[in-house]
């Protein structure tokens, strides 16, 4: 039975090569991970999604990669994108784009549930720059935040990003804490395959030059409790993004590791246990560290020569 079901699961899914470089021991470790997280699957009782990205060979692996998730804060991603794009576009010379140093005075009208900074500040009084929300986003998922940067970036203005990237599926339809809009059915949505595609065309600078490119991921790294760093080295540069709602857990981001950065979207939802959908996340990337860990310090015929090494034998 065991067997049969891993049959069926793997059947779901798929590994790309985008060049010949990838040679045949490494595709090994990419069916050891297909397998691990076959297995991890067959425990959690709901609906998993991962899109992973080998940035330096392209290499992919994707289950269930095109079916669309909520995605609760991790469509703060395209949020804080559609900033840093304007910001750029502003240092270019247009008019009317947001820019990191606008200022905000704290209105009490703007605050919302789950805002666990500018809930605490002053209205009419504490004042902060569009970078110091966007900070705050991140870090902490301050809703109030979020809102603040959707209406000064304008919605309509993130979404013609996603589609402008070919995201079709990648939609902010609502702000954060609008039940209304949520018991309507508006979600904010996305697919495995389509985040895991923003994040790699921000990295490629498709959206976003340098040095507002740096800054971008410098303030998405911000440290904060989630999932995939969660097992990992706590040295390693990671920018992601967590997303919660009842019976839905997500999480997507870039892994820096030297040598071998990679992009990883885990979603999951229909939860019966959300506990278990966030340690299916964390185990997911641990597993998938584990091969890009053993990529980056090997030859390409799989030698590992660590610092501090005596030498050959």
């Known amino acids: 039975m065991r067997l049969a079901f891993l049959g069926f699961l793997l059947s779901t899914v798929t590994v790309h090569a985008a060049d010949t470089a990838f040679n045949a021991k490494q595709e090994v470790l990419w069916d050891h991970l297909r397998l691990a997280i076959a297995g991890v699957e067959q425990e959690l009782d709901g609906v998993l999604g991962v899109a992973v990205l080998d940035l330096s060979s392209g290499q992919q692996l994707l289950v269930r990669?095109?079916?669309?998730?909520?995605?609760?804060?991790?469509?703060?991603?395209?949020?804080?994108?559609?900033?840093?794009?304007?910001?750029?576009?502003?240092?270019?010379g247009a008019s009317g784009k947001a820019t990191l140093a606008d200022?905000?005075?704290?209105?009490?009208?703007?605050?919302?549930?789950?805002?666990?900074?500018?809930?605490?500040?002053?209205?009419?009084?504490?004042?902060?720059?569009?970078?110091?929300?966007?900070?705050?986003?991140?870090?902490?998922?301050?809703?109030?935040?979020?809102?603040?940067?959707?209406?000064?970036?304008?919605?309509?203005?993130?979404?013609?990003?996603?589609?402008?990237?070919?995201?079709?599926?990648?939609?902010?339809?609502r702000k954060m804490m609008d039940l209304q809009a949520a018991a309507q059915g508006?979600?904010?949505?996305?697919?495995?395959?389509?985040?895991?595609?923003?994040?790699?065309?921000?990295?490629?600078?498709?959206?976003?030059?340098?040095?507002?490119?740096?800054?971008?991921?410098?303030?998405?790294?911000?440290?904060?409790d989630s999932w995939i760093p969660r097992d990992l080295p706590p040295?390693?540069?990671?920018?992601?993004?967590?997303?919660?709602?009842?019976g839905v857990r997500n999480d997507s981001g870039i892994v820096f590791l030297k040598n071998r950065p990679y992009v990883i979207c885990v979603m999951t939802t229909y939860l019966a246990n959300e506990r278990a959908g966030?340690?299916?996340?964390?185990?997911?990337?641990?597993?998938?560290?584990?091969?890009?860990d053993r990529l980056s310090r090997a030859s390409d015929l799989g030698r590992v020569v660590s610092p501090g090494n005596g030498g050959a034998r």
């Open 278 to 292: 966030e340690e299916a996340i964390t185990r997911i990337s641990q597993l998938a560290y584990g091969v890009f």
């Open 103 to 173: 200022r905000y005075v704290v209105r009490a009208a703007d605050i919302v549930p789950d805002s666990s900074i500018l809930g605490g500040l002053t209205p009419g009084v504490s004042s902060l720059t569009n970078r110091d929300l966007a900070t705050i986003m991140v870090a902490v998922s301050d809703n109030s935040a979020t809102n603040v940067l959707i209406d000064r970036v304008g919605m309509d203005n993130v979404v013609h990003l996603t589609e402008s990237l070919g995201l079709a599926h990648t939609q902010l339809r």
């Open 235 to 246: 040295d390693l540069k990671i920018a992601n993004k967590p997303g919660e709602l009842e």
């Open 186 to 224: 508006r979600e904010n949505i996305s697919t495995p395959r389509e985040m895991m595609k923003l994040l790699e065309q921000i990295y490629r600078g498709k959206v976003i030059a340098p040095p507002l490119l740096d800054d971008f991921f410098n303030v998405l790294a911000t440290n904060k």
């Open 65 to 92: 990669a095109d079916e669309v998730f909520p995605q609760a804060s991790s469509i703060k991603i395209a949020v804080l994108a559609e900033l840093y794009h304007q910001a750029q576009q502003s240092e270019r």
